[in-house]
C-alpha cells in the first residue's frame, strides 16, 4: 500500500485553532529609526489574479533601497502559494528562475537558511499538502520560526515542533526520529529519507559504518551496514544513523517486521497546506521584534509577511553588496515590511541567496527582478512559489508598447500591443483589427508603424474593439549626431549581418533610437548593400567602409569581407602547453593524441567536472618561455580551432591578452554538442589593443547539476586575418556641437566669470612667477571660481567682485539672473560626502527664481572618475532635467582629469582638468573656463592659460 508522512501524522492539539505560538510569548520589541528618504519612484504590474508586482526605487540618507514586493490576495480563488524545490531532490540546489519555470510558477523568491556541508539541508521544515518534505534534526537549536498557510488560506508565522516514531509492530520497540531529509555532519542522528530526498540513499558516501533500514509498504526489506547507496523506494523511505548505540538500536529492525510511523507537530501538520522555515521573527503583532537567528550588518534580504487580517501575503527582496544598493539589517527589513502593511513577518535566507524571479503567464521564460549581489543568481535548496490556476477569459484589456519614447521628425516607431483578460492572462488579439490613431503632431500611420513630420509631444492610441489603450512620445526636431556602438565588423562574403542599433542627437543632446530603415546607407569599394536594415555582403574579399546618414549626422562603419587563414599551431608537442583546473576539485590532464587533423598528432585535454560545486574549469594553457601566452602575430579578427568533441555540453572558451595588459574572455562554443572533428571560431572583440596572446583554451561547467566528464582532441589553430582597407578618404563623422560653446562679448548690463583651479605650487615647480598671469586672467571677470580652493597668498593678487571657493562645503549664491550653487563631491558622491545636502539641492532647484544656474563639483558626474554610486548620478541628471523643463537654463561645471564637454539631455556638463601639478610641463594643462552672461543667453569657452611652444624642426 502506498504511503507518504502526511498519512499517518497524529496532532498533539486538541483546540479549533491550528495556528497556536509556540514560541516565546512577549516579543522582544525594538526601536529602529528609518533613514531619510531623499527619492523614490513605484512601478506596479499585475502578474496575474491576485498578485501584483512592486519595484521600488528608494534613494535614502543611508543609500538606495531595491525593493522588490509581492503581493498575493489570499482571497483570490484561482492564486496558491506552494514550495519550490529541485525535481531531483533534497539536497540538489536550483535557482530560483529555473524552479519557478520547472513548476510553471507565476513568481518566487528563495526561501530557508541551508547549510552545504556535508550535502545541502535547511535549517527548518518544508511542509506540502500536509506532508512533511524536510526538518532537520529536532534537537537543533535555537528553535526556529516558519511561515504557514492552512486549507482555509489561513497565514501564520509560528514555531514548528514535532515528535516523529517508528513503532515496530513486530517486535514492540520504538525508535525515535532525529530528521526527514536532512542530514548532518556526523550521520548520528536517526533520519528518514523518502523520495523527496532522490533517488538514492546515502551508502558509503561519507562513511563505511552508515546503517541503512529500507521499509516498503510499512514492511522492513533490508538492513544494511556500510554498503552503497540503494534505491530508495517510491511507496517507503530509508532510515539511517551511525554511531554506536543509535546504531544499536536501529539494528534491531529486521528483514520482515512491520513498522508504523507516528509523527506529531504542532502547528498540526494535517491542516498545513504549505510552510517553510525561515531565520527570524522580525516583525510580530506589528511590533518590532528582536531577531531569532544571528545575521548582522547590511546585507541583501529575502522576506515573507501578512498584513494584519491575514488577506495578503507579502513577498519582499532588497539587495544589497553593490556599489548602489547597501541591503538592510534584519531590524530595519522588519521596518520595511511594517511600512509595507505587514503585521507579522519572517526574514528568509538573505546575501547572496537574495533571489526574486517573475514568470509572466504568456511567458515561459522566468526573469529575475531583483540584482543578486554575487552577480548572478545563486542555486539555493527551496523557495516559495507564487501560481495561478485562472482560466482564460474574454478579453478585457490592451498594453501599447514601444522600444523608446522618444523619436526624431521624419522617423519612424513601431508599436506592439498585447491583449489581456480580466484575470490578466494574456489573450491572442487579430493584428489587422487594430486602428492606431495620434495626436499633437503631424504624422503618418501605417499598420502598426508611426513616422512623425512634426516636432512636439504626441499620444498614439491603439483601439480594438473599442478596447483602447495610449502612450505618450515626445517628438524632437532634426539629428544632428549619429552614432553607434560598432566601429567596424567582419563578415563572410555572401552573408548578411543585422546592423547595430543607432542612435540620434538632437542640437539640445537629447537622444533617440533610430531604426536602420529610417538611415540612408552608402558604401565605399563595393562591399555590399544594405537592406531593411540587414547588411549583405559582396561576393569577393574586399575592405571599404558602411556610412550612415540622417539629417546631419554621419557614422562610418568599417568593414571587412571575407578572411585568410593562417595556422599558429599545430600541437605537434606538449613544450610550452600546461594544464591547470578550478577549483581543486576538478581532475584531469593533457597529452598527446595520434588522431590528429594537423600534421601527426593532436592534444587531449581530459577532465573530470563529476566534484566540486558551481563553476568548474579545465585549462590547457599556452606558453612562450617562461610567459603565459601563445603570440598572435598582426590585427586577426578571428580565431579558429579544430575540436573533437565529446557531446558533454560544455562550454568552450578561451582567454586571449591585448598590448594593454586587458584580458578578455572568448567563446569558441557555448554547447559542444557533437562527436568527431568539427572546426569552431570565435571573433576577437573588438576594444583588444594588438598585438594579442592567447593564454588558454578550457572547456568549464557553470551550472552546479551537470557533473560530466570527458576528454577533448585540439588541433590546427588557426587566426584569421581581414582584407586591409588601405588608404581611404572617409566621409566626416558627425559631432555634436554646443550652440552655447562660443565667445561672446559682454553687453552694457551683463557681466562675466572665470571658474578655475589654483595651480598650487607652480611658481615652485617653473622656476617664475606663472601664477600672476593666470592671475591677470581671473581678473577680466566679475566673479572668480575656484573648484580646488584659494590660498589666502592666491588671493592677494585677485580683485574680482566677488569670489566662489566650490571646493568646500554646500552653498548657494546668486548674481543678477545666475544662481551659482557648490556641492561637495569630496568623498564621489553627494550622499557619500553629505547625505544633506540632497535636501538643499532640490529645495534649491525647486525654488530658485533664476533662470541660469550654475552647479560646482570639485569632481565629474559620470565615467570612470565619476560617483561611486552611478544611480546617484542619474537621479542627479533627472532632477536636473526636470529643472531644466521648468525653463531654466543648467551648466554643470566639475573637475577631472581633463577637459571635457558633453551635452545631455539640455544639461551641459563641463569639465575642467583638476590634477595636481607633478612636473613643469604640467603648465600648459592648465585652462580656464570663461562664461558670459547677457541676461538669459549664457555662452562659454574653454581654453588653455599657457600655449605650448612650437616644436622647430631642425635640418
Known amino acids: 500500500m502506498k504511503k507518504n508522512l502526511k498519512k499517518v501524522f497524529v496532532s498533539l492539539l486538541t483546540a479549533t485553532t491550528i495556528f497556536t505560538s509556540t514560541g516565546p510569548v512577549l516579543a522582544n520589541k525594538i526601536t529602529v529609526n528609518m533613514p531619510y528618504s531623499i527619492y523614490q519612484n513605484i512601478e506596479k504590474n499585475n502578474i496575474s489574479s491576485g498578485v ?65 556541508s556535508p550535502m545541502p ?61 536532512n542530514v548532518s555532519t556526523y550521520f548520528d542522528a536517526v533520519t528518514l529519507l523518502n523520495k523527496h530526498w532522490g533517488p538514492k540513499s546515502i551508502g558509503t558516501k561519507f562513511h563505511n559504518d552508515l546503517v541503512e533500514v529500507v521499509v516498503k509498504n510499512d514492511i522492513v526489506t533490508d538492513v544494511r551496514v556500510g554498503q552503497e547507496a540503494i534505491d530508495i523506494p517510491e511507496d517507503g523511505y530509508v532510515l539511517i544513523v551511525r554511531g554506536y548505540q543509535k546504531s544499536q538500536e536501529l539494528q534491531t529492525f529486521s528483514v520482515g517486521d512491520s513498522i508504523e510511523l507516528n509523527i506529531s507537530s504542532t502547528p498540526d501538520i494535517n491542516n498545513i497546506k504549505f510552510s517553510i522555515g525561515g531565520g527570524s521573527y522580525i516583525l510580530k503583532n ?21 498584513n494584519k487580517d491575514g488577506t495578503e501575503v507579502i513577498l519582499v527582496t532588497i539587495d544589497g553588496r553593490d556599489t548602489s544598493f547597501k541591503g538592510v539589517t534584519q531590524e530595519m527589513f522588519g521596518a520595511i515590511f511594517k511600512e509595507l502593511g505587514a503585521y507579522n513577518a519572517l526574514n528568509l535566507d538573505g546575501g547572496g541567496s537574495t533571489a526574486m524571479a517573475i514568470k509572466p503567464v504568456d511567458s515561459q521564460k522566468a526573469v529575475i527582478v531583483n540584482k543578486p549581489s554575487e552577480g548572478a543568481e545563486r542555486p539555493v535548496v527551496n523557495g516559495v512559489g507564487v501560481f495561478s490556476n485562472a482560466p482564460v477569459g474574454e478579453l478585457s ?49 501605417a499598420g502598426n508603424s508611426f513616422k512623425a513630420l512634426s516636432q512636439g509631444k504626441a499620444k498614439i492610441t491603439a483601439n480594438y474593439d473599442n478596447i483602447t489603450n495610449s502612450i505618450d512620445i515626445n517628438v524632437l526636431g532634426n539629428v544632428k549626431d549619429l552614432t553607434t556602438d560598432m566601429s567596424n565588423f567582419n563578415i563572410d562574403i555572401n552573408s548578411e549581418k543585422t546592423l547595430p542599433i543607432f542612435y540620434g542627437k538632437d542640437e539640445n543632446g537629447y537622444q ?43 557614422e562610418n562603419i568599417l568593414v571587412s569581407i571575407g578572411s585568410e587563414g593562417k595556422l599558429v599551431e599545430r600541437f605537434e608537442s606538449l613544450d610550452n602547453l600546461r594544464f591547470s ?54 590585427v586577426p579578427r578571428k580565431l579558429g580551432l579544430w575540436v573533437n568533441g565529446d557531446n558533454s555540453g560544455s562550454w568552450l572558451r578561451g582567454t586571449i591578452k591585448d598590448n594593454k595588459g586587458n584580458s578578455h574572455t572568448i567563446d569558441f562554443v557555448k554547447t559542444i554538442d557533437w562527436t568527431g572533428w568539427q572546426f569552431v571560431t570565435t571573433n576577437i ?11 588558454k583554451i578550457y572547456p568549464v561547467e557553470t551550472d552546479n547539476l551537470k557533473k560530466q566528464s570527458g576528454e577533448l582532441l585540439f588541433d590546427g589553430l588557426t587566426a584569421f586575418y581581414p582584407p586591409t582597407l588601405g588608404n581611404i578618404v572617409l566621409p566626416t563623422p558627425s559631432t555634436l556641437k554646443d550652440s552655447k560653446n562660443i565667445k561672446t562679448n559682454v553687453n552694457k548690463d551683463g557681466f562675466s566669470f572665470a571658474v578655475f583651479m589654483e595651480p598650487k605650487g607652480l611658481n615652485q615647480l617653473v622656476k617664475y612667477d606663472a601664477s600672476s598671469k593666470i592671475k591677470s586672467k581671473i581678473n577680466t571677470h566679475k566673479i572668480a571660481i575656484s573648484l580646488n580652493g584659494m590660498s589666502n597668498e592666491f588671493v592677494k593678487g585677485l580683485t574680482n567682485y566677488a569670489r566662489i571657493d566650490a571646493s568646500g562645503a554646500y552653498k548657494r549664491n546668486k548674481h543678477q539672473d545666475v544662481a551659482f550653487i557648490n556641492v561637495n563631491t569630496g568623498k564621489n558622491g553627494i550622499r557619500e560626502t553629505n547625505a544633506e545636502q540632497w535636501n538643499k539641492l532640490k529645495a534649491d532647484l525647486n525654488g530658485t527664481t533664476e533662470n541660469n544656474i550654475v552647479l ?42 581633463s577637459n571635457t564637454s558633453d551635452l545631455k539631455d539640455g544639461i551641459r556638463y563641463i569639465g575642467l582638468n583638476t590634477k595636481t601639478l607633478g612636473k613643469p610641463e604640467d603648465i600648459y594643462d592648465l585652462s580656464i573656463i570663461e562664461f558670459t552672461v547677457n541676461g538669459s543667453d549664457v555662452t562659454y569657452t574653454v581654453s588653455p592659460l599657457f600655449e605650448k611652444p612650437g616644436v622647430k624642426v631642425g635640418k
Open 286 to 306: 506589528g511590533e518590532l521584534n528582536r531577531p531569532d537567528l544571528d545575521s548582522p550588518g547590511n546585507a541583501p534580504r529575502t522576506g515573507i509577511g501578512i
Open 581 to 634: 583546473a578550478y577549483p581543486e576539485t576538478v581532475i584531469g590532464g593533457i597529452g598527446l593524441s595520434s588522431d590528429a587533423k594537423e600534421g601527426n598528432s593532436s592534444i587531449s585535454l581530459k577532465y573530470d567536472f563529476s566534484q566540486g560545486e558551481n563553476t568548474r574549469a579545465a585549462y590547457l594553457t599556452l606558453m612562450n618561455g617562461e610567459n603565459i601566452g601563445l603570440p598572435i602575430q598582426g
Open 397 to 445: 484589456y490592451i498594453k501599447v508598447s514601444t522600444d523608446d519614447s522618444n523619436m526624431f521628425i521624419n522617423t519612424t516607431r513601431e508599436f506592439t500591443v498585447k491583449g489581456y483578460d480580466q484575470y490578466h492572462n494574456p489573450v491572442t488579439i487579430d493584428e489587422s483589427k487594430l486602428v492606431f490613431t495620434q495626436e499633437g503632431v503631424n504624422g503618418n500611420i
Open 512 to 554: 533617440a533610437k533610430i531604426y536602420p530603415e529610417d538611415i540612408t546607407f552608402t558604401t565605399i569599394n563595393n562591399i555590399g548593400s544594405v537592406t531593411n536594415g540587414i547588411f549583405y555582403s559582396a561576393d569577393t574579399s574586399v575592405a571599404g567602409v558602411l556610412t550612415a546618414k540622417l539629417g546631419e549626422g554621419i
Open 685 to 695: 572583440p573588438s576594444n583588444v589593443s594588438y598585438p594579442i596572446v592567447l593564454e
Open 856 to 897: 560646482l563639483f570639485p569632481t565629474p558626474i559620470f565615467g570612470s572618475n565619476g560617483f561611486t554610486d552611478t544611480l546617484e548620478a542619474d537621479l542627479l541628471h533627472k532632477h536636473l532635467v526636470e529643472t531644466r523643463e521648468k525653463g531654466k537654463n543648467i551648466f554643470v561645471v566639475h573637475g577631472g582629469n
Open 52 to 116: 501584483v508586482h512592486e519595484k521600488i526605487m528608494r534613494f535614502t540618507t543611508a543609500g538606495w533601497w531595491n525593493i522588490n514586493v509581492l503581493r498575493i490576495n489570499l482571497l483570490d480563488p484561482h492564486t496558491e502559494i506552494k514550495s519550490l524545490i529541485n525535481p531531483n531532490g533534497m539536497p540538489s540546489r536550483d535557482k530560483v528562475s529555473s524552479m519557478v519555470e520547472k513548476h510553471n510558477a507565476v513568481a518566487g523568491i528563495n526561501g530557508d537558511f541551508f547549510n552545504y
Open 121 to 181: 539541508s535547511t535549517l527548518g521544515a518544508l511542509i506540502e499538502n500536509g506532508e512533511l518534505l524536510t526538518a532537520r534534526r529536532d534537537d537543533a537549536k535555537p528553535l526556529l520560526p516558519g511561515f504557514f498557510v492552512d486549507f482555509l488560506n489561513n497565514a501564520n508565522i509560528d514555531y514548528f515542533q514535532r515528535t516523529m516514531e517508528a513503532t515496530n509492530l513486530t517486535k514492540g520497540n520504538k525508535i525515535n526520529i532525529n530528521a526527514v531529509n
